[in-house]
Structures are given as C-alpha cells and as structure tokens.
C-alpha cells in the first residue's frame, strides 16, 4: 500500500506542472500545494508507523496492534493519495 501511494504520488505531482490553467501550471496553485502536503503527510505517517511496528518486531516486544495500525492507515492512505492522483 505504501508503494501504490508513494507511486501515485511520485507520478501525480510532475503531471500538474505540465498541465496550464489561466496561462499557469496547476502545480503553482496554492491549492494544489495544500493538496500536495496533504497527501506527502499521510505518506510519511504510515512510513512511520511501519518502521514502528519493524521496530518493534526486531526488539521482541509485542507488535500485533501496531502491525493491524500501520496496515489500516497504509491502505486509508493509498486509497485517498491515489483517488486524489486520479483527479
């Protein structure tokens, strides 16, 4: 799911600055820019809360919940980064 999003992503963001609207790329737009923080934010927590479950697992402490934590927002995410990716 990380790399669905982090591809959607990667693929999406150089497609505004080629695409003009009123005499300008849409990636300078302010909004495009919220939308790009948005997006790179959610990518970068379930980054987080996957190495926080490796983590884990590696020291020997218990990691189920985290595990079925960073699974959930992993797919939150790639669902949400992609949809937007689309649009």
Not at 35 to 47: N, V
């Amino acid at each position: 799911m990380l790399g669905l999003a982090q591809g959607a992503f990667n693929l999406a963001v150089p497609y505004t600055y080629t695409r003009n609207q009123f005499s300008q790329p849409i990636g300078t737009f302010q909004g495009m820019a919220f939308d790009f923080a948005r997006a790179a934010t959610r990518i970068e927590t379930a980054k987080l809360l996957t190495y926080n479950t490796t983590r884990r697992k590696e020291a020997g402490s218990s990691f189920v919940k985290e595990a079925a934590m960073a699974k959930w927002w992993a797919s939150q995410v790639a669902r949400e980064v992609s949809g937007s990716a689309i649009e």
